[in-house]
């Protein structure tokens, strides 16, 4: 008789992703039984979920890498980047506790949702086998495409779904070409497969070119979950038609997966090639960050300002990338955590600016939402003080101004990109910033030097209120990014490890 071996399986190196697939089951099981009264529990098995998988990320950071059966890895690069998805996952639901119930969305299907997309991007972060990837890739889009068209009512949230979900599927089909190149010509999937046939030509199965044109094809897959020009077509309108707190998490979490997935492509697998690749990343970048902000610079609507901004900022964190060194890809990692507490922070106060606009109830389901217009952040500073010094915090930090986490981030990538002996793309980069301090310092000004909106005769302003939850969030994103700025030493820490974790150095 033949024994028959069975492969172990360590299921601690995907404890963290367990922990959130279980949570988002449990919530679809539990939401079968609530009463629509109740259903607001389930915000709190979500969070429940996200803190254990937290909770576990930095548990099992000992140092040491482990791969799961080559496909994928618990080391320092992917638990850095679990715990910024989950940062960007925890905020997102603690805005949705109010936010859901009033918008009438169906609470099991948005969180139970969330949660699926939220595995999904931890899992592409740990992916280190192409066919991984794209099954990670997969799962957080599908759940992605759903959350964005969750709101059946307004006809630009389900405009905003379609359209994602038909270049989405471009996409998928330019970097599931790009992944099948690669292995025709090197016989393998897994990443460390790859680099090993890179760094040896003889080994190939075919001309290098195509190899080549493998990688660039991925890059453009990757390029559109990121939104690099001029790949970003879709995040204007997919990020204003989506219901708010998704935009949100959907700003910070794809970008963190995409670049997650880009990062160990590019620096690792072929990271004996730097030389063919870095350029393209290079224009990319310089497209991207310039083209992001000048587009921002036209827009009245505060939501679809801060979807332009995410692309200008997906250009810096790629600047980092470009590099191509250990400094380039800590700074990326720093970026990206403290770019998750400042740009769902700005989101959030979205959503807040909502309960206080007095179109509120004579919107249009196909127009601009309440809250989203410059206008609706007048008089803020008056009204909410509180609420206005966050914002604040976040306009500032988004536009990089010392000493708040978007500038230390910003130092961080500039500063690895001149030691890479590319200083004019860090010149293009500072260009860029001084360009969008203007869009991000005129919501300032509104807040505290335009007046807000003279109440109509005989009428009684409605109360204004923000929920616990919405204001511990926002608490917790502004403080984040004050204590990233001012003491970024044990974070920075954590990211050169992370980095090293992915270079070998």
């Given at each position: ?11 601690l ?12 089951l ?26 254990a ?30 715990l910024a ?9 603690l805005f ?8 009438g ?5 948005y969180?139970?949702?969330?949660l ?21 890739l ?12 969750l ?6 949230s ?45 080994r190939?199965?075919g001309?290098?070119?195509l ?34 707190s998704?935009t ?10 995409g670049?997650?997935?880009l ?44 979807a332009?901004?995410?692309?200008a ?9 470009t ?14 955590l403290a ?14 600016a ?14 601009p ?36 986490a ?20 860090a ?19 509104y807040?505290?030097?335009r ?7 005989d ?21 984040a ?14 990211a050169r490890?992370a ?7």
């Amino acid at each position: 008789m033949t024994d028959i071996s069975i492969p172990s399986f360590d299921l601690l190196i995907i404890a963290p992703e367990i922990a959130v697939l279980l949570a988002a089951l449990l919530v679809m099981v539990v939401d079968l039984f609530l009463p629509d009264e109740q259903k607001p529990r389930l915000a709190w098995l979500g969070l429940v979920g996200v803190l254990a998988a937290a909770g576990l990320a930095y548990y099992i950071w000992d140092g040491s890498d482990a791969v799961l059966q080559d496909m994928l890895a618990a080391d320092g690069y992917a638990l850095f980047f679990h715990l910024a998805i989950l940062a960007a996952a925890g905020l997102a639901l603690l805005f949705s506790f109010d936010y859901v119930r009033r918008s009438g969305l169906p609470q099991g299907e948005y969180y139970a949702l969330l949660l699926l997309s939220t595995a999904g991007m931890m899992l592409m972060a740990a992916a280190v086998n192409l066919m991984t990837i794209f099954i990670a890739l997969e799962i957080l889009s599908l759940a992605l495409y759903a959350l964005v068209g969750l709101d059946r009512g307004r006809r630009r949230s389900g405009e905003a779904a379609l359209k994602y979900f038909l270049l989405g599927a471009l996409a998928s089909g330019f970097l599931l070409y790009g992944m099948a190149l690669v292995y025709g010509q090197t016989g393998t999937t897994s990443l460390a497969g790859v680099r090993e046939a890179v760094a040896q030509p003889g080994r190939l199965e075919g001309p290098a070119a195509l190899l080549l044109v493998g990688l660039g094809l991925m890059i453009v897959g990757f390029g559109f979950k990121v939104a690099l020009v001029p790949f970003q077509m879709w995040t204007p309108d997919v990020y204003e038609g989506a219901p708010t707190s998704v935009t949100a998490f959907m700003s910070v979490g794809a970008k963190a997966a995409g670049f997650a997935a880009l990062g160990r492509v590019a620096l690792y697998a072929f990271g004996t090639q730097q030389d063919a690749w870095w350029w393209v990343l290079a224009v990319l970048a310089t497209l991207t960050m310039t083209l992001g902000n000048l587009a921002a610079l036209r827009q009245t609507s505060v939501k679809r300002m801060l979807a332009y901004s995410s692309i200008a900022h997906a250009g810096y964190v790629l600047v980092g990338l470009t590099a191509g060194n250990t400094l380039g890809t800590s700074g990326m990692l720093f970026y990206l955590l403290a770019y998750a507490f400042m740009n769902v922070g700005a989101f959030g106060l979205l959503i807040a600016a909502a309960r206080f606009d007095r179109l509120s109830d004579e919107v249009d389901p196909g127009g601009p939402q309440p809250g989203e217009s410059l206008e609706s952040f007048a008089g803020l500073a008056t009204r909410k003080p509180g609420l206005a010094v966050a914002m604040t915090l976040f306009m500032l930090s988004l536009a990089g101004v010392p000493p708040l986490a978007g500038f230390m981030g910003k130092l961080y990538v500039f500063g690895a990109i001149v030691q890479a002996d590319l200083a004019g793309l860090a010149v293009v980069g500072v260009l860029n910033s001084v360009i969008s301090a203007y869009y991000y310092l005129r919501v300032v000004v509104y807040m505290y030097m335009r007046p807000g909106p003279a109440p109509a005769p005989d009428t009684t302003p409605a109360p204004f209120s923000v929920s616990p939850a919405l204001q511990v969030g926002l608490g917790l994103a502004a403080a984040a990014v004050v204590i990233l700025g001012l003491w970024p030493g044990p974070i920075l820490d954590l990211a050169r490890v992370a980095a090293a974790s992915l270079l070998g150095g």
